[in-house]
């Protein structure tokens, strides 16, 4: 039996998720290539695109409705580096979900793996509009974290 031509450190604890996503960015010239750099650069929301910023407040600002805790600053703190990917842990009420920010320098990418377990009505009420989002809101992260990483 081959081994997978990809594997991400995201779905070790969930390996069958609800939601799960992949996006990959070109590494710039220059640019580190330490996952833990990446994944801070990439979570760091003073200075992404405001529009994400706004979502991210808004976000604070309705949770409470449905019963969900705020998101502490934190959220995005590297829990773990392996070999070429920094692994983000986080377990709550309504949802666990992984990020891995991998940095392959011989092929020249970075990737960034989202995996997401949902629980119970509030996690499928709050991922509703969380998985229409997701992509746009990780995409311009990712690209604003590349320009400025850039050697």
Known sequence: MREPAFSSLAFRDIPVPDFAEVQVVALPPGAPTDPRVWAAAIFDVRRGPRWVAALLALRQ???GLIGIE????SVFAVDEVVGEEAL???DE???DFRVAVGVDAAAGLVRLTTVVRLHGWR???YFLPVRLLHSPVVFALLHR????LAG
Request: proline share 0%.
């Open 61 to 63: 600002t309705v949770v």
């Open 70 to 73: 705020r998101a502490e600053a």
């Open 88 to 90: 983000i842990v986080a």
């Open 93 to 95: 009420a309504h949802l």
């Open 123 to 125: 996690g499928r009420l």
């Open 145 to 148: 974290a590349a320009r400025r």
